[in-house]
Nanobody, 119 residues
Framework: QVQLVESGGGLVQAGRSLRLSCAAS????????MGWYRQAPGQQRELVAY?????NTSVADSVKGRFTISRDRNMLYLQINSLKPEDTAVYYC???????????????WGLGTQVTVSS
C-alpha cells in the first residue's frame, strides 16, 4: 500500500502558475504509474496527467501545453501554468501497481489539495 499526501494548492489569480506536490510513502517499489486527477464542483473526477515509473508521461488534451507532470524519487509534481478559472478543482494524487491510474481505478489516492483560480 502507498500513502499519498498532496500539497501546494491555494488561491491564485488567473494567468499565474502553481506547482502541486505529492509525497509518496510505503510500498514505493510496487508503483507502476502515478498521476493527477482533478474534480471540479458538480463534475466527475478526471485524469489530467500520469507518469510511468519508466518516465513516460501523458497529459490530457484539455490541459496540454499548460500542465506538466514530473517525478523525483518519492515526489510527484504537477506544474500548472497560465491558470484559468476553469482549473478550479480539488487535485488528487493517485498511484497504482499496474494501470489503474489510467483506467480510473487506482489503488491509492491522496486526500486532495484545493486549487482556486480567481479571474
Amino acid at each position: 500500500q502507498v500513502q499519498l499526501v498532496e500539497s501546494g494548492g491555494g488561491l491564485v489569480q488567473a494567468g499565474r502558475s502553481l506547482r502541486l506536490s505529492c509525497a509518496a510513502s510505503g510500498s514505493l517499489f510496487s508503483i507502476n504509474t502515478m498521476g493527477w486527477y482533478r474534480q471540479a464542483p458538480g463534475q466527475q473526477r478526471e485524469l489530467v496527467a500520469y507518469i510511468t515509473m519508466g518516465g513516460n508521461t501523458s497529459v490530457a488534451d484539455s490541459v496540454k501545453g499548460r500542465f506538466t507532470i514530473s517525478r523525483d524519487r518519492n515526489m510527484l509534481y504537477l506544474q500548472i501554468n497560465s491558470l484559468k478559472p476553469e482549473d478550479t478543482a480539488v487535485y488528487y494524487c493517485a498511484a497504482d501497481t499496474r494501470w489503474g491510474v489510467v483506467t480510473g481505478f487506482p489503488s491509492d489516492w491522496g486526500l486532495g489539495t484545493q486549487v482556486t483560480v480567481s479571474s
